[in-house]
Each structure stands twice: as C-alpha cells, then as structure tokens.
Nanobody
Framework: VQLQASGGGLVQAGGSLRLSCAAS????????LGWFRQAPGKEREFVAAISRIGGSTYYADSVKGRFTISRDNAKNTVSLQMNSLKPEDTAVYYCAADGGSAATMGANGVDYWGKGTQVTVSS
C-alpha cells in the first residue's frame, strides 16, 4: 500500500500550486481522504478532507477560501488546489486515507499516510 504525493515546489506569495496524491495497492473510493501539513518545529495539522463520494468537504480555517480539495475515484487520486499562497503555508504536505468520517479526519489518527511533498512559499 502506498500513497505518493507530488506537485510541491517553491512559489512566491500569492501564487498557486496543485498537489496530487496517487494510490497503489489501495482503493481510495473506500476511504475519506485528506491533506495535512507539518511546518518546521510544529505539529502536523489538518488542512482539508473530502468524503468518499466527494459530496462533503472540510477545511481548516486558515485555508478556507484559498484551498480546494477534490478526488477522482476513477483515477484513484486526490488533489489539493492551493491558491493565494502565503509564507505561512510553507510545510511538508501529506495526503491521508481513513476509513472513518471526513468530518473528523485525523481526530483519531488515520489509516494510511502518504509520503510528503515540500511546499515553500517565499515572501
């Protein structure tokens, strides 16, 4: 089982990036999916989550209105479109899959973590 995130990079403040996460050995349609991030010296934090069929999405207050999570169950992928990026968005971003509810994703851990991708936003 592997989740692999990609799409990170260096961008100026105000710019955009799109992260993607592909799964192998795992059928993502069975899981709520999410993105988390961890900045240097800080704990990993929730960013966004999406329900199994994509009908419900949830966001951290810090990214609402700027980030959009989406999923393509046919392609077995989940994405995070990040707009209006700020230096405080700089972190390693991780995708995650969990058998529980997207509404409480991460509250009790997650079933699968992906390898992270670095996002750096310069001021």
């Amino acid at each position: 089982v592997q989740l692999q995130a990609s799409g990170g990079g260096l961008v100026q403040a105000g710019g955009s990036l799109r992260l993607s996460c592909a799964a192998s050995g795992l059928t993502l349609s069975w899981y709520a999916l999410g993105w988390f991030r961890q900045a240097p010296g800080k704990e990993r934090e929730f960013v966004a989550a999406i329900s199994r069929i994509g009908g419900s999405t949830y966001y951290a207050d810090s990214v609402k209105g700027r980030f959009t999570i989406s999923r393509d169950n046919a392609k077995n992928t989940v994405s995070l479109q990040m707009n209006s990026l700020k230096p405080e968005d700089t972190a390693v971003y991780y995708c995650a899959a969990d058998g529980g509810s997207a509404a409480t994703m991460g509250a009790n851990g997650v079933d699968y973590w992906g390898k992270g991708t670095q996002v750096t936003v310069s001021s």
